[in-house]
């Protein structure tokens, strides 16, 4: 896979990644998931990264995976789909909900199906105005994948949820907003500039409670209130060791600004 079909860049403790096939909505090929999933794996363990935005170039955000010589190719056996699956797609759905870094999503334009899936994994989703999000997969003939029927539920609930799937017509971005699948909808010129700002905020905050926030929120509607007590518990234990939370507490009793260095 060529580099040039992710972008990837540093900048001020913040990972841009950027999807580079415009010609093609940038619909991921394997190898360029792949690559994705590396790059996020990467994010979450370097201590110097504290936040990531994931966007795309050109009308696309991500028009979900590039099914040219894919699906339907070649003699399959039972098991192949389902591999391929746990593999795949759902890989970089897990990659980027497991990311230990906050991650925004910067809908440049159309999201459709894996590519859809992909931005509401994200932690914050920005939508420019002329984005969509479509779940195309019933126009064809296909069952949702990239963890859709898992994530969809979660965030409009499961009658909303069932429409969007069934019928298969694109969402605006105000609908989408409306509807709680996007925390904001700016002008299309407006788009980097705003993801800009928001990346820079979660990067000078304290990573670490970030980290475990996103843990516990994640967890938070797969659990009974018991064992999301404990998890709360625990992970309070675990930020009161950081640098950042003895920061947050020194900066309060001292009345003055916090500096977090993300440790």
């Known amino acids: 896979m060529p580099v040039s079909e992710v972008l990837h860049v540093v900048d001020g403790q913040v990972?841009?990644?950027t999807l580079n096939r415009p010609e093609a909505l940038n619909a991921l090929t394997p190898p360029q998931r792949d690559h994705l999933i590396q790059l996020f794996g990467e994010a979450s363990a370097d201590p110097d990264i504290r936040a990531v935005v994931l966007t795309g170039t050109g009308r696309g955000f991500c028009a979900g995976a590039d099914l040219r010589g894919g699906a339907g190719a070649g003699e399959r056996v039972v098991g192949d789909v389902a591999r391929m699956i746990r593999e795949g797609a759902q890989r970089l759905v897990a990659a980027v909900l497991d990311c230990e870094k906050p991650v925004i999503a910067a809908v440049n334009g159309t999201a459709a199906g894996l590519g859809a899936h992909l931005a509401l994994a994200c932690d914050l989703v920005l939508a420019a105005e002329?984005?969509?999000?479509?779940?195309?997969?019933?126009?064809?003939g296909l069952v949702p994948d990239g963890g859709g029927a898992y994530l969809l539920p979660r965030l409009v609930g499961p009658r909303r949820a069932k429409e969007l799937m069934f019928f298969g017509d694109a969402l605006s971005a105000t609908d989408a907003e409306r509807l709680g699948l996007v925390n904001r909808v700016v002008p299309d010129g407006e788009l980097d500039k705003t993801a800009r700002e928001w990346a820079a905020r979660l990067a000078a905050g304290p990573t670490r409670a970030l980290a475990l926030t996103k843990q516990l929120v994640n967890a938070s509607l797969d659990s009974d209130r018991a064992t999301a007590f404990a998890a709360e518990a625990t992970a309070q234990e675990i930020n009161m060791t950081t640098a950042d939370a003895q920061e947050g507490v020194a900066s309060f009793v001292e009345r003055r600004s916090p500096e977090y260095r993300g440790r």
């Open 130 to 140: 002329s984005a969509r999000f479509i779940e195309v997969f019933v126009r064809r």
């Open 15 to 17: 990972a841009y990644l």
